[in-house]
């Protein structure tokens, strides 16, 4: 069974970087069918993608973020990983991370992980 | 890019059904689009992707109570048999050659 696990800081200062990681096990991410991506839920809001990557390190950001994001992945560690820059209170939110299909949506999810930016 | 429409609510009594609605962009009513379920403090969860044939494929575990069908740029999902742990925001889902959307959640209620 496929897991995927989100780890890092759940709280972070205006102005600094958010860094998030998110580890896979019961799967390889190195597949060629999945991307794997971020998406976010501000407190009683509905889903934001982030972005996704490819295990080739091929990356897709959301326009609105895309000045801010870096989306990376480690296959020797079964992990990839999300930065995001300059951060505001806006950004307060749960952070998932997930898998997508090549020729679907998301078909697995992380627990996701409450990030508060604050001073 | 798409864009996805769906109503902010919906209700309906224990033991009875729903069809809950997720409307493609124009220019976009081909697209497979996802469902997903996303109970209160939980994760959301994959239910089905759903083809414009109306087409769909349910991921493991999903109760037969959940089926999908499609009318041109409306995507629907029901729910047979309502469950009061049915009681949940559900989101659709879809995507291009680089980018995905979801719709706004559609919350419902089970009376």
């Known amino acids: 069974q496929l897991q995927l696990q989100e780890s890092g800081p759940g709280l972070v200062k205006p102005s600094e970087t958010l860094s998030l990681t998110c580890t896979v096990s019961?799967?390889?991410?190195?597949?060629?069918?999945?991307?794997w991506g971020w998406i976010r839920q501000p407190p009683g809001k509905g889903l934001e993608w982030i972005g996704s990557?490819?295990?080739?390190?091929?990356?897709y950001y959301n326009p609105s973020l895309k000045s801010r994001v870096t989306i990376s992945v480690d296959t020797s560690k079964n992990q990839f990983s999300l930065k995001l820059s300059s951060v505001t209170a806006a950004d307060t939110a749960v952070y998932y991370c997930?898998?997508?299909?090549?020729?679907?949506?998301?078909?697995?999810w992380g627990q996701g992980t409450l990030v508060t930016v604050s001073s | 890019q798409p864009v996805l429409t769906q109503s902010s609510s919906a209700s309906a009594s224990l033991g009875s059904s729903v069809k809950l609605t997720c409307t493609l962009s124009?220019?976009?009513?081909?697209?497979?689009i996802a469902w997903h379920q996303q109970q209160p403090g939980k994760a959301p969860r994959y239910l089905m992707k759903l083809e414009g044939s109306g087409s769909y494929n349910k991921g493991s575990g999903v109760p037969d109570r959940f089926s999908g069908s499609s009318s041109g740029a409306d995507r629907y999902l029901t729910i047979s048999n309502l469950q009061s742990e049915d009681e949940a925001d559900y989101y659709c889902?879809?995507?291009?050659?680089?980018?995905?959307?979801f719709g706004g959640g559609t919350k419902l209620t089970v009376l």
């Open positions: 990557i490819y295990y080739s390190g091929s990356t």
């Open positions: 124009s220019g976009h009513s081909s697209y497979i």
């Open positions: 019961g799967g390889s991410i190195s597949s060629s069918s999945y991307y």
């Open positions: 889902e879809t995507w291009d050659s680089n980018t995905q959307v």
């Open positions: 997930a898998r997508r299909t090549r020729a679907g949506g998301i078909d697995y």
